[in-house]
């Protein structure tokens, strides 16, 4: 319930929290999210949002940014179809990248300072172009890029057929240096 983020959220600040991460699942899943990002907001909080994108239309995202939204991450895991066959959702990265759009046109117009984080899973189906995501950086105004070569999770081992052996890593490290050269 809302009254036990409230009191965790105050409870969290008098213990010294600085940083406030809304993940889940899907964070926007729940109605009252902006609610819960104001009120971390007034606390001081650094609030940051781990989401998908997908529920988040142009409105959506201008009520996080008056709510005092700080930073929001999301995953591409590479170009359209990679992303799309490894998500299993046909037209999800469309809607991540006319996001991330949306929200370079407003760093753009100067009415948002919003961090813009990019995370990319790397598994033996993308590590070929997994890097390609670098590219989006200055279109999209992205602040930063992390690559998690696919590993054990929470005690849950992951398709050993998903994992990339000594080569693969080798040639996912050389594309990566490419591209940064390319869009530094």
Do not use: C, W
Request: charge should be positive.
């Amino acid at each position: 319930p809302l009254e036990t983020v409230d009191r965790f959220l105050e409870e969290a600040k008098e213990m010294g929290a600085r940083t406030v991460v809304f993940s889940g699942g899907e964070a926007t899943l729940r109605t009252d999210i902006i609610s819960i990002i104001e009120k971390a907001n007034k606390l001081g909080y650094h609030t940051v949002l781990l989401t998908n994108l997908s529920l988040l239309p142009n409105s959506r995202i201008d009520q996080l940014l008056a709510a005092g939204l700080n930073s929001i991450s999301t995953s591409i895991d590479g170009p359209e179809e990679i992303h799309n066959k490894i998500r299993g959702l046909k037209g999800m990265y469309k809607k991540i990248v006319g996001s991330l759009s949306y929200i370079a046109l407003l760093k753009n117009k100067g009415k948002t300072k919003l961090s813009v984080n990019v995370s990319t899973v790397v598994t033996s189906e993308n590590y070929l172009r997994a890097h390609e995501v670098l590219l989006l950086r200055n279109e999209l105004l992205i602040d930063s890029f992390r690559f998690y070569p696919i590993r054990e999770y929470v005690g849950q081992k992951p398709n050993p057929e998903l994992q990339l052996n000594k080569n693969q890593k080798n040639i996912f490290i050389h594309k990566t240096i490419e591209n940064i050269q390319k869009t530094a």
